[in-house]
């Protein structure tokens, strides 16, 4: 069994060997349903800790040889520990599951807020790029790039926290990469085109993300993949009327949507714009929910 100190399970010290068992945790609702697997909130019995448990299904993992792509997520995402990252605390497997012992984000999916006010207040959206960047900033000083940062993979603790979650696509690279992954409407041109690739691919994404917190949708959408290519490769970005958006914030979009990879806005930059300096909460708190404009 894995010491327990200051009331955490802590990450499993034994690299990778199963210390914990389902007999651990009270097993409380289903929290959401994921590609792989159900995610349960648990508490864990000695520490009465409140956990997410992530439930996957070693079939499907076979299914889609996908065992080293969890292992490297479980392996990156052990090695973090920052506020803007959901932690793991652990892992352990039985016959038929991987189970996985996450930080439990209260209150769900970004996603979720966002379809449900279909825009976020200016105030809100430079609170999320915020904490994204500080997140992001800390994750490449450890050679981790996301390249899968989207409204779905984004959770929110119980004060409106933002915690990115699910590494399943990230790499550990001193190098720059290859293979073609993420989601489309987040993919940076280099992607899209199969070129090298490298850190500055996550601050395309915020770019993109800034985009679709303010306006509701992502600024490359379409009916068909085909064009959605085309218009990432173009640039093709413009900015409707409604709903209002600030100066500022168009201004750090298209600094940070551009196709050569090296005049993207740095990190450092973006910390700095007069948009984040002026409207986001350094707290990384949003309370209230998700307001509109
Ligand atoms: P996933 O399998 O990671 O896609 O997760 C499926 C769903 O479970 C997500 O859409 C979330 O709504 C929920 N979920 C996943 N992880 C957590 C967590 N750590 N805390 C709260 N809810 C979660």
């Known amino acids: 069994m894995v010491k327990v100190s200051e009331g955490k399970p802590e990450p499993n010290p034994n690299k990778g060997l199963p210390t914990w068992t389902l007999q651990d945790f009270e097993i409380g609702k289903p929290l959401g349903k994921g590609k792989f697997g159900k995610v349960y909130l648990a508490r864990e019995k000695k520490s009465k800790y409140i956990v997410a448990l992530k439930v996957i299904f070693k079939q499907q993992l076979e299914k889609y040889r996908l065992h080293h792509q969890l292992l490297r997520e479980i392996e990156i995402q052990s090695s973090l520990n920052h506020p803007n990252v959901l932690r793991i605390f652990g892992w352990f497997h039985d016959k038929d599951h991987f189970i996985l012992i996450l930080e439990y984000a209260a209150r769900g999916e970004l996603y979720k807020e966002l379809r449900k ?120 970005l413009s900015f409707p009327s409604t709903p209002r958006v600030s100066a500022e914030a168009k201004d750090l979009i298209s ?24 409207n986001a909460d350094p707290s990384g708190v949003c309370s209230g929910g998700v307001s509109q404009i």
């Not at 196709?259 to 948009?275: F, N, T």
């Open 117 to 236: 006010s279909k825009h976020l207040s200016e105030k809100h959206a430079a609170t999320y790029i915020l904490s994204l960047t500080k997140a992001l900033a800390y994750c490449h000083e450890k050679h981790v790039i996301h390249r899968d940062i989207k409204p779905e993979n984004l959770l929110l603790d119980l004060e409106g926290r933002l915690k990115i979650a699910d590494f399943g696509w990230s790499v550990q690279s001193r190098t720059k990469r290859h293979t073609m992954c993420g989601t489309l409407d987040y993919l940076a041109p280099e992607m899209v085109e199969n070129k090298a690739h490298d850190y500055t691919v996550d601050n395309w994404t915020l770019g993109i993300l800034c985009y679709e917190f303010l306006y509701g949708v992502p600024p490359f959408e379409t009916e068909s993949q085909t064009n959605t290519f085309k218009r990432i490769i173009k640039v093709d």
């Open 255 to 278: 600094k940070l949507l551009v196709k050569d990879a090296l005049k993207r806005l740095s990190l450092q930059k973006i910390l700095e714009h007069p948009w984040i300096v002026k």
